[in-house]
């Protein structure tokens, strides 16, 4: 059985920092691009990065670019974003969703969330 | 960037009506789209992908179709279970969500 599990979030100041992690199960990770995905209060879902299932290939959205780091550990079946210099706009729930074996794709599974809340 | 445009954003509906939600590309994706549900509280979950590919234990109720710029997800008999908000996604370049379409009770 697939499971993904988010982890890392919680309230941060405006520019703060935060590391969200994801542990997954039930399948071979390192075949498997992965994604996160988030959804502000009340509003639709934006995707925000991916990460080939090699690390090698990193990608990002406009607006997250140069302050968000993904990042995955193979040996140890984690996914990770580092999220750097928050504003009030990076508030929501972060999803870790599992794509497929190339590139940009539809997300077959995915994690239950981790709410970042920008306050001060 | 490619945007996605889903109509209409609301759509009000009784138990056993046919019920079709629009999606139209900025520019051409092919077939590379997906459409999920998703319930309050709850992760979106996967329906239709590569446009009418009906994923793996979804009621067959649920049908896509489409292709280039413009897509439909269609239920073919609404169910209480289906009441939730829809989104539809393309991968064809990076990925772009739509709007999303709440489906309520009428």
């Not at chain 1, 997250?64 to 040996?75: E, H, L, P, Q, Y």
Request: proline share 3%; with cysteine.
């Amino acid at each position: 059985e697939v499971q993904v599990v988010e982890s890392g979030g919680g309230l941060v100041q405006p520019g703060g920092s935060l590391r969200l992690s994801c542990a997954v199960s039930g399948f071979t990770f390192s075949r498997y691009w992965m994604h996160w995905v988030r959804q502000a209060p009340g509003k639709g879902l934006m995707w925000v990065s991916r990460i080939s299932g090699d690390g090698a290939g990193t990608y990002y959205a406009d607006s997250v670019k140069g302050r968000f780091t993904i990042s995955r550990d193979n040996a140890k079946n984690t996914l990770d974003l580092q999220i750097n210099s928050l504003r009030a706009e990076d508030m929501a729930v972060y999803y870790c969703a599992r794509g497929t074996i190339t590139g940009a794709s539809f997300f077959d599974f995915w994690g239950q969330g981790t709410l970042v809340t920008v306050s001060s | 960037d490619i945007q996605m445009t889903q109509s209409p954003s609301t759509l009000s509906a009784s138990v056993g009506d046919r019920v079709t939600i629009t999606c139209r590309a900025s520019q051409s994706i092919s077939s590379w789209l997906a459409w999920y549900q998703q319930k309050p509280g709850k992760a979106p979950k996967l329906l239709i992908y590569k446009a009418s590919s009906l994923e793996s234990g979804v009621p067959s109720r649920f049908s896509g179709s489409g292709s280039g710029t413009e897509f439909t997800l269609t239920i073919s008999s609404l169910q209480p279970d289906d009441f939730a908000t829809y989104y539809c996604q393309q991968y064809n370049s990076d990925s772009s969500f739509g709007g999303g379409t709440k489906v309520e009770i009428k």
